[in-house]
Structure formats: structure tokens, C-alpha cells
């Protein structure tokens, strides 16, 4: 059957078929749609995971890394600002070599108002060793998506080289 849907849309009906049991989300445009229809899934029972509104892009990382920790599956979402503030964390959650899968919706950097799809926020991550999937059109996200799983929690992966 032939779904037509957004892109953050196809990335969250990729996460609730993942079934991750802990969901941390923080909203930031233009990745919001992607936290909201998550937390719809869990509040109508589709999606039994531990949906936590966290009070930053930083905790939202941090609790999936505690997550991560404790050897359950993670998810997050942000764009832009939200990633720069989380930056400390990812370069914790890389160097634990943790499988957090976290979509990252491309947003430009700059003043607020600026909404401009654009790499530069994924670009400052670069250097942390996550791995980074781009996708162009919403099919290729909510395959990204189910993948991105897959990949993380490979031991080849995961483990230290």
C-alpha cells in the first residue's frame, strides 16, 4: 500500500516499527513533526517505549546515553541550534562508541529565523565519528531510518576497533 507522508513522518512510523524503548525529544524546527507524531504513537498505544520531554537538545542526548548504557535501544531527533548544543554530548556518546540512532533534520545555522535547509549543523558533527546517512527523497529517510539501527548496533560496529 502507497502511503503519501512527509519526510520526518516516514522517519517516525520507521521508528515506532523499530520499537526503541527509550525516546528522548526536545522540539526544533523543522524536526518537530518527527517528536510529536513519536509521542502520538506512544500515547495511543502504538508504540510501547519510555517517551521522555526532556528540557534540551543537551539532556536529550545525555538520557539517551544513560539509555544506551543500560543496553536498551535509543532514538532522538533535532536540527540545527539543537545540534550544536548537544555537540557536547555526541562527542560523549561516540567515544562510548554507543548505538544512539538520532535523526538529524538539516537546518542552516545562523540567526533563528533562518530556516534554510542546508548541511552545515550535520557538518560540525563530522569530527565526532558518528556516522551520517543523507537522503534525498522521504523514502530514502524511512529507509535511513530503519538501517541506521541496524548499522549502529552491529558489533562491528559498536565495538572499539
Given at each position: ?11 517516525a512510523e520507521?521508528v ?6 527509550v525516546i528522548?525529544?526536545?522540539?526544533i524546527?523543522p524536526?518537530?513533526?518527527i ?7 506512544v ?14 537538545e ?9 539509555a544506551?548504557?543500560?543496553g536498551?535501544?535509543t532514538?532522538?531527533a533535532?536540527?540545527?541550534?539543537g545540534?550544536?548544543y548537544?555537540?557536547?554530548m ?7 562508541r ?9 537546518r542552516?545555522?545562523g ?8 548541511h552545515?549543523?550535520a ?8 556516522l ?8 530514502e529517510?524511512y529507509d ?13 560496529t559498536?565495538?572499539?576497533p
Open positions: 500500500m502507497k502511503k503519501i507522508a512527509t519526510g520526518n513522518k516516514a522517519v520507521a515506532k516499527q523499530v520499537r526503541p524503548e528522548a525529544a526536545y522540539p524546527t524536526q518537530t513533526e517528536v510529536e507524531q513519536i509521542a502520538e504513537f500515547a495511543g498505544g502504538e508504540l510501547d517505549s519510555r517517551y521522555i520531554p526532556v528540557e534540551s543537551h539532556s536529550a542526548m545525555a538520557a539517551c546515553i544513560g544506551s548504557i543500560t536498551v535501544r532514538f532522538t533535532t536540527s540545527s541550534h545540534l550544536l548537544m555537540h557536547e555526541t562527542n560523549w556518546a561516540a567515544g562510548a554507543l548505538p544512539i540512532v538520532m535523526a538529524n533534520v538539516n542552516s545555522i540567526p533563528g529565523w533562518n530556516i534554510w535547509a542546508e552545515t549543523d557538518l560540525q558533527e563530522r569530527d565526532t565519528s558518528w551520517q546517512v543523507y537522503v534525498s527523497t522521504v523514502q529517510a535511513a531510518t530503519l538501517m541506521a539501527f541496524r548499522i549502529a548496533e552491529h558489533q562491528d559498536s565495538s572499539c
